[in-house]
């Protein structure tokens, strides 16, 4: 059973670029949500898909943005990047269980994102 | 709204010694509340986890209590391994509603030294 998988692993972009990364479910799952994660800190919510809708939204701005497809993958995008856009960025799915809410959530390795 | 405070860390342990890192949260409601690892240059593994009070999660001789009165969700392993050297991240998301949407801590680094 594949677990969550991202790509790409790493990436490397300059200020004022744009950004693409991908996400693919555990086998099962319909919900994704998308994590930022500065060096020494904790994960950070950015936001999550359900339903190819955005259903909850953490505290970034909108130059990130987010797209869930039929078969549940997502991308995440950031426009006009930032130095302080470096990060790791995890993606996890999960398996709505009704009323909103979703089982354990499973984490894909995170994509490396380095801004120049 | 939702925070989860970790001990600091770095901790450097001795194998086989007893571990424990200390979680507390403030929350709305009844959250669940975790424990996740990483290990270096991969992404987050669910370690244990714990939906209501007085649960106790565990995993590979790791052990947390959810503690409602005193809302803490401390980590415990009675004898760590090199292995073990890794980040803890002590979370917790809202049952039922926005599950998906965890808080964490700053996570607590663990060195396990032979």
């Known amino acids: 059973d594949a677990g969550v998988t991202q790509s790409p692993t790493h990436l490397i972009k300059t200020r004022g670029q744009q950004v693409t990364l991908r996400c693919s479910p555990k086998s099962g799952h319909d919900t994704v949500s998308w994590y930022q994660q500065a060096l020494g800190q904790g994960p950070q919510f950015i936001f999550q898909y359900y339903e190819e809708e955005e259903r909850q939204r953490g505290n970034f701005p909108d130059r990130f943005s987010g797209h869930q497809f039929p078969n549940y993958s997502s991308e995440l995008n950031v426009n006009a990047l930032l130095l302080g856009d470096s990060a790791l960025y995890l993606c996890?799915?999960?398996?709505?269980?009704?009323?909103?809410?979703?089982?354990?959530?499973?984490f894909g390795p995170g994509t490396r994102l380095t801004v120049l | 709204g939702n925070s989860v405070t970790q001990m600091e860390g770095p901790v450097t342990l001795s194998e086989e010694a007893f571990l424990t890192i200390n979680c507390t949260y403030t929350a709305t409601g009844y959250p669940s509340l975790f424990w996740y690892v990483q290990y270096p240059g991969e992404g987050l593994q669910l370690l244990l986890k714990a939906t209501k009070a007085d649960d106790k999660g565990s995993n590979k001789g790791f052990e947390a209590t959810y503690r409602k009165e005193t809302t803490s969700f401390h980590l415990e392993k009675g004898s760590v391994q090199v292995s073990d050297s890794a980040v803890y991240f002590c979370a917790l998301s809202p049952r039922l509603t926005n599950a998906g949407k965890s808080t964490f801590g700053d996570g607590t680094t663990l060195t396990v030294k032979p």
């Open positions: 996890a799915s999960s398996l709505e269980t009704g009323g909103g809410g979703t089982d354990t959530q499973y």
